[in-house]
């Protein structure tokens, strides 16, 4: 089955514990990118990426690292979290940036303390 | 940069009633817009979509309408069905990557 898979569906760590959430497509998607959910505010994009090695920021990159070493891998990292980033996250995939709409992961509700 | 906002952020039917959702965009340049439906647990997902060059697309009981001139697009859902409760969201898309979202709609379809 065609889809974009998420680890873990559900988080609650500590302020300043290093933590990557992994995304995973098994489309052969050239283009992946990583959303957050906040009541309110829709859909904000944190970073993206073209395709293998190329990486870019989207609106709200401050906090987060991502790294695109091979095509269907797309993991988040949060090096030092912090309660502002208390969300929930969306891994999205589409075969370009161009393509009709985006696949998306069923998210990953992040609990900073 | 684009600005999607998205009216109303919560709304109520009755069963067999038509919902309607309002989005409109600040970039002119926009030229694809994408609804998304996301059910509770879920993500995203696409169910109708438009480009600028059409002003009307339909599939089944949904509807999508654009108005170039103002800047505005709508979701229409007719017959509406207890399933179709859920968030919707509308989206906006001015070059390949610089896609922004509303900040959806809640929807209730009452039995």
């Known amino acids: 089955e065609a889809q974009v898979t998420q680890n873990p569906r559900y988080l609650i760590t500590v302020t300043g514990k290093k933590l990557t959430v992994t995304c995973s497509q098994n489309?052969?998607?050239?283009?992946m990118s990583w959303y957050r959910q906040d009541p309110g505010l829709g859909l904000r994009q944190i970073y993206y990426?073209?395709?293998?090695?190329?990486?870019d920021k989207g609106d709200v990159p401050e906090g987060y690292k991502v790294s695109r070493k091979e095509k269907r891998n797309f993991p988040l990292i949060l090096e030092s979290p912090s309660p502002n980033q208390t969300s929930l996250y969306f891994c999205a995939s589409s075969l370009s940036s161009a393509s009709r709409g985006y696949t998306f992961g069923s998210g990953t509700r992040l609990t900073v303390v | 940069g684009e600005n999607v906002e998205q009216h109303p952020s919560t709304l109520s039917v009755q069963e067999g009633d038509s919902a309607v959702i309002k989005c409109t965009y600040s970039d002119s340049a926009s030229n694809y817009f994408p609804w998304y439906k996301q059910e509770l647990g879920k993500g995203p997902q696409l169910i109708i979509d438009?480009?600028?060059?059409?002003g009307e697309k339909k599939d089944q009981r949904i509807a999508v309408t654009l108005n170039k001139t103002a800047k505005h697009f709508s979701l229409h859902i007719t017959e509406t069905q207890p399933e179709d409760s859920a968030v919707y969201f509308c989206a906006a898309r001015r070059n390949n990557n610089d896609m922004r979202f509303g900040a959806g709609t809640r929807l209730t379809v009452k039995p």
């Open positions: 438009i480009r600028s060059n059409v």
């Open positions: 489309m052969n998607h050239e283009y």
């Open positions: 990426s073209m395709n293998v090695e190329v990486t």
